[in-house]
């Protein structure tokens, strides 16, 4: 691992087919915005040869290459991919948004790496984002190891960032979350700040200084002894005590001297198997330097430590319609089975769409079967489709260099799948699979949005399309009640970057309108209306009048129609033609332009003409009878409340619950739940908590989720009532 005796140089740089799932290793890179994850991935990728110097490529471009608007807000808001070689393996490192409105992006990236570096800032520590991440991955059982960046800072402290790590992400053993390696110091500059020039290999007892901007290695001196047998000490237990073998802690309690081989191994098997979690320290390559600090460490971390997708278990596996089947876990010659983690937009060559190879071969210009996963609710389309791929490739900066196959384990970029969407399945044609979808978040945060201009109407559609196609934690809901078009969001980021992409990608100008909340209305009491439809015009007249009653019924009652006209005073061949255009009425709302639920309108009495009666006479008659029966009746307007549950840490439930509380709402139930969070449950009017997902992540510090859920329609109260229906009259 990245402390053996004898280390790998730096291997030929540009990434190529895979061979064998043996070679490959897939890991993500986990950490809060501003962490250092994406100079991280420039000081790998320089380390392994794969850029001649930081932040470049060979022919120019950059290893980083996100679109103009991550540029301009000076951070990643996607999944990237870098794949580097390094000592005979393929590595696959995918760099992540940091920022928690792109959690669908790192979701993506858990889902197609086998394992997680989490990067923290030296200076900023760990946020509530990032431990919730890690719980996720534990949950799982993913390998982690922490590397800690920023350590040129003022504020730099190892040690100290160690301890909060191990806190942080220990749980209840400490001890499984223990550094590698201690920074090796220079002299002190004329501010007076010590930098980091090395490291210290606890278990090899050497020294690695990267001041010349190579790896250089040599014995420490008699004054660094003393500050590495304390430390090496506590990490050869912290091995030991995850070790497969039980006689081998009772071996060193009696003092006998582990062998520097039997360590390594017993490391290398912890960290795969999750149990153990390396900290290591990483710094960027200063100009003209080759290597950047503790990068060779890495590497070596990565290929020795990390597993590989062969120890992987695949997702289960079905048959389209439901049947399931077992497919052997990174068979090279099994079955295929894909999956796009990941859909984008080139200008140049169209859509690209990551995908990662759980089992089988793909290979260029294959047909293959695209399976949806029906996410129908969030405008997505379902499918079953197949589709010939084009070029495969691996991604290199703006380049994408061409890849002559990929086998199970690895990852590749597709050109030209027009229908695959992020999270299908690609399958054999003629043996077509579905894989189970992962975890997506719930988008919380509406967005109405409506065609700037008649040029942009016509261009909407297909634009959302391809937006959602891209991005399935965004919700498109074409709104039969409001009549807008609303894109559910995580957050106002997400929200800023769709506008953007609609606008710069897809030439599509939107103009954002106020969201719109479902109101109703209904009768607070039973009232009584005459609807009176007599013309006579010369010729052909109209004549209808019907009599009705409107008594209210209880929530979810709908529209209740009851005949009991005696005598015949209404035609029978009428009496539909009534309810039709009471229910209408209704539809259309009796005061403030709302639809009317929850009553019974009860036909009682009316009269008809043997020439002028008319099916729409009676229509109009029914209308303007509820109409009147709600000039003389109290009308309450109901406005939809949600169920919500808020997880929070406990330090944070009493601002959660008076938040809720202010946005009137009401807290039924609190719980405890792991980790020092409660589930706050309440009833919240739907009309309070448009912007709930941005206000409770301030709140809270981003260390809060929520869930909502329609429950039921209410009666608002008096003084918003009127508000509404004085807007209503005068937008009349």
């Known amino acids: 691992m990245g402390d053996k005796a004898n280390a790998h140089p730096g291997a030929a740089g540009r990434a190529t087919a ?83 409105d792109f959690v669908g992006e790192l979701r993506a990236g858990l889902r197609a790496a086998d394992a ?74 004329p501010d007076g700040h010590v930098p980091v020039t090395g490291l210290i290999g606890l278990l090899s007892q050497r020294l690695f200084d990267y001041s010349s901007g190579e790896r250089k290695e040599s014995e420490p001196g008699p004054e660094q002894m003393p500050l590495i047998e304390s430390a090496r000490n506590r ?18 309690l009696g003092g ?74 990174c068979d090279p010659d099994g079955p295929l089975v894909a999956e796009v983690v990941k859909t984008a937009s080139d200008p140049y060559v169209g859509r690209v769409s990551m995908v990662r190879v759980f089992s089988g071969t793909l290979r260029p210009d294959e047909t293959v079967h695209v399976s949806g996963h029906g996410l129908a609710d969030r405008g997505h ?29 690895d990852l590749a970029c597709v050109a030209k799948l027009s229908r695959a969407e992020t999270g299908d399945t690609l399958s054999a044609k003629d043996d077509p699979l579905l894989m189970e979808p992962w975890e997506m978040p719930d988008p919380l945060l509406p967005l109405a949005i409506q065609a700037h201009s008649k040029a942009d109407e016509d261009k909407l559609s297909q634009g959302l399309g391809r937006l959602v196609a891209e991005d399935p934690t965004m919700r498109l809901e074409q709104n039969q009640n409001t009549h807008q078009v609303v894109l559910w969001c995580l957050g106002e980021a997400h ?26 209305e209904t009768f607070a009491a039973k009232s009584g209306g005459r609807g009176r439809h007599v013309k006579q015009s010369g ?11 409107v008594e209210p019924l209880p929530g979810g009652s709908g529209i209740e129609f009851v005949d009991k006209v005696v005598g015949g005073a209404v035609p029978r061949q009428f009496i539909p033609s009534v309810e039709k255009g009471v ?14 639920i929850d009553v019974r309108i009860t036909l009682t009495d009316g009269k008809a003409h043997s020439v002028d009666s008319s099916d729409a006479a009676f229509q109009t008659a029914g209308a303007l009878a509820l109409r009147e029966a709600a000039t003389d009746a109290r009308i309450h307007l109901l406005e939809p409340v949600a169920e919500v549950t808020v997880l929070v840490g406990d330090e944070y439930v009493g601002a959660v619950m008076s938040d809720l509380s202010g946005r009137r709402g009401r807290v039924v139930g609190t719980e405890q739940a792991p980790g020092g969070r409660t589930l706050v449950r309440a009833e919240v009017p739907e009309i309070e908590i448009g912007r709930y997902a941005v206000d409770l992540r301030s709140l809270s510090h981003g260390t809060a989720r929520f869930n909502r859920s329609y429950a039921r329609h209410e009666p608002m109260p008096p003084q918003l009532t009127d508000r509404i229906r004085e807007q209503a009259q005068g937008a009349h």
Request: proline share 5%.
């Open 18 to 100: 895979a061979d064998h799932p043996a070679s490959v290793r897939n890991v993500v890179l986990v950490g809060h915005s501003g962490s250092g994850k994406t100079t991280l991935v420039e000081a790998l990728a320089l380390t392994a040869g794969a850029v001649n110097r930081a932040g470049r490529v060979e022919d120019g471009g950059t290893v980083s290459d996100y679109d103009e608007i991550e540029h301009r807000q000076q951070r990643s808001v996607q999944l990237s991919l870098v794949p580097v070689d390094w000592a005979g393996y393929k590595i696959n490192v995918l760099d992540t948004p940091g920022y928690a």
């Open 235 to 252: 990490l050869i237990e912290g091995i030991i005590a995850e070790s497969e073998d039980e006689t081998l802690m009772d071996r060193y």
């Open 583 to 596: 229910r209408a009425q209704a539809a259309r709302g009796v005061t403030a332009g709302y639809p009317l």
């Open 381 to 409: 389309e379902d499918h079953d489709v197949d589709e010939r791929i084009g070029a495969l490739s691996a991604p290199f900066g703006k380049q994408q260099r061409a890849l002559t196959h990929a086998i199970a384990g």
């Open 539 to 549: 010729g052909h007249g109209q004549y209808a009048i019907c009599e009705i009653e």
């Open 495 to 520: 929200a800023d970057v769709a506008l953007e992409r609609l606008r710069n990608r897809y030439g599509v100008q939107v103009d954002v309108v106020p969201h719109k909340v479902s109101l109703r």
């Open 256 to 329: 006998e001297e582990i062998d520097f081989r039997t360590l390594v191994e017993d490391l290398e098997r912890a960290v795969a198997r999750g149990v153990f979690h390396p900290v290591l320290a990483a710094a960027p390559a200063a100009e003209g330097a080759r290597q950047g600090l503790g990068t060779v460490e890495l590497l070596e971390l990565i290929t020795g430590g990390f597993p590989t997708p062969l120890e992987r278990e695949a997702p289960l596996v079905t048959t389209p319609d439901g049947r399931a089947r077992r497919v052997k876990a």
């Open 116 to 189: 997680a570096l989490f990067v923290v800032s030296a200076s900023d520590g760990v946020d509530g984002s990032t431990r919730m991440v890690w719980e996720e991955c534990a949950a799982v059982g993913m390998p982690r190891a922490i590397v800690v960046t920023h350590l040129e800072s003022a504020r730099a402290d190892f040690d100290e960032m160690t301890r909060i790590c191990a806190d942080a992400f220990g749980g209840d053993d400490p001890d499984a979350v223990l550094p590698l390696y201690l920074p090796l110091h220079g002299s002190a500059g």
